[in-house]
DNA sequence: CAGGAACCGTACCGTACGGTACTGATTATT
DNA sequence: AATAATCAGTACCGTACGGTACGGTTCCTG
């Protein structure tokens, strides 16, 4: 797995924008070679050259588009209970935005549908990228809460665990099967309040 | 969306039988109309005859799987708190298992996969048959549990999500993904339990 | 036994697409 | 200015696969 962040030509970088731009909004089958191609302006070949293959472009897209999440602000060295609220609260907001956006559901679909074909590769970069970066960086924040006397648990980890489930909900698998977020869901910011708010009930120290 | 059970003869839920088999243990990729008649025993014609085309097959197995669910055990008329704690544990751990089993992930694949290429009827008969029945039958649980003065909630809709929430974490993304179960994660039962825990203590009563 | 339905096996067709080869134009280099 | 390199455009090839046609066999029915 290679999880070095490459550096793409402008050029290339004209094609992945491309090639993105198919994806959402045709889905997997308008994302041939051939689109691509005509979409970013070049030939064929040209594509062949700069990546190799249909699946080292895939994977170049994936990898590209992963390494954007926006990792959660960073947290303040000295803050206060409130403080943590509104950064748990931002962070799961920022996350449903993310989860629900036509890019995310594109590129989790077509990791899934490669893994469907036996290859792995892009369902690793993604967790490894997306989930593994954005998640880091929140554990770190949890043990600062920890540290500061706001928050108990046993697990750093397992915490955020809990906190990712709450926030998610099935709404992930929901939209990439297709379903609609109901009316009541619209509201990614409320959502985001409720969940961290029986987050906090189950960790909370006081 | 037809979503009335239909009735196969025993020579078609043979062919049913033959090309889940193949995509559990090959993927999409090994899921062509050929692969399925050599395996089922019959002919390219015949598949035709009975189904129509391959989309409607494809249609047919998610169908008729999805309404396999088992159906949370029938909640007793008068139960006590144990009997809630054990009967929620037991939905969770059942509900962990069939989202890591190989048929469930095939299944959410390709349906994905399918979604991936513009067409979402496998993944709404998925919700509608899978998801949609096991949480109508876990809210009317919930709701007698409210009766009976074991949880308070605004909305059993809701706090089934949540429960859902609590159990599944990411797994299932994980898992579609390509990812392996940590090896915390390897005992179900355990993280159904923790999971039970963690909703209890934010709806029970006392 | 005769007629017909069901169906297997196989051959076949059309198309879509990944990947390659060639050509001509444009740009960079000396 | 002459040569080399890059690249767009297009034509082409091989293959895989969905779907159809057809001949032959089995089995049921009158």
Same mark, same amino acid.
């Given at each position: 797995?290679?999880?070095?962040?490459?550096?793409?030509?402008?050029?290339?970088?004209?094609?992945?924008?491309?090639? !993105?731009?198919?994806?959402?909004?045709? #889905?997997?089958?308008?994302?041939?070679?051939?689109?691509?191609?005509?979409?970013?302006? $070049?030939?064929?070949?040209?594509? &062949?050259?700069?990546?190799?293959?249909?699946?080292?472009?895939? /994977? %170049?897209?994936?990898? +590209?588009?992963?390494?954007?999440? +926006?990792?959660?602000?960073?947290?303040?060295?000295?803050?206060?209970?409130? /403080? !943590?609220?509104?950064?748990?609260?931002?962070? /799961?907001?920022?996350? @449903?935005?993310?989860? $629900?956006?036509?890019?995310?559901?594109?590129?989790?679909?077509?990791?899934?549908?490669?893994?469907?074909? #036996?290859? &792995?590769?892009?369902?690793?970069?993604?967790?490894? +990228?997306?989930? #593994?970066?954005?998640?880091?960086?929140?554990?770190?924040? !949890?043990?600062?809460?920890?540290?500061?006397?706001?928050?108990?648990?046993?697990? %750093?980890? %397992?915490?955020?665990?809990?906190? &990712?489930?709450?926030?998610?909900?099935?709404?992930?698998?929901?939209?990439?099967? #297709?379903?609609?977020? +109901?009316?009541?869901?619209?509201?990614?910011?409320?959502?985001?309040?409720?969940?961290?708010?029986?987050? @906090?009930?189950? &960790?909370?120290?006081?």
């Amino acid at each position: 797995m290679n999880d070095t962040a490459q550096q793409f030509t402008t050029r290339q970088t004209a094609v992945l924008d491309a090639a !993105l731009s198919l994806l959402v909004d045709g #889905g997997e089958k308008a994302l041939t070679t051939a689109a691509i191609a005509k979409e970013a302006g $070049c030939s064929k070949e040209s594509l &062949y050259k700069w990546f190799g293959d249909r699946d080292a472009l895939l /994977a %170049a897209i994936i990898s +590209r588009q992963a390494s954007k999440v +926006r990792i959660p602000q960073a947290p303040k060295l000295s803050f206060t209970e409130m /403080a !943590l609220h509104e950064a748990l609260v931002d962070f /799961a907001h920022n996350l @449903l935005q993310v989860i $629900c956006s036509e890019v995310s559901i594109a590129l989790n679909r077509l990791a899934i549908s490669q893994a469907s074909k #036996g290859d &792995y590769t892009l369902g690793k970069t993604l967790l490894n +990228r997306g989930r #593994g970066h954005i998640g880091a960086q929140t554990t770190v924040l !949890l043990r600062q809460a920890e540290a500061a006397g706001f928050l108990k648990f046993d697990s %750093a980890e %397992a915490a955020y665990q809990v906190l &990712y489930g709450l926030v998610l909900q099935d709404i992930q698998l929901r939209v990439l099967l #297709g379903d609609s977020l +109901r009316p009541e869901e619209q509201n990614l910011k409320q959502l985001a309040e409720v969940a961290v708010n029986h987050f @906090l009930k189950l &960790y909370q120290t006081n």
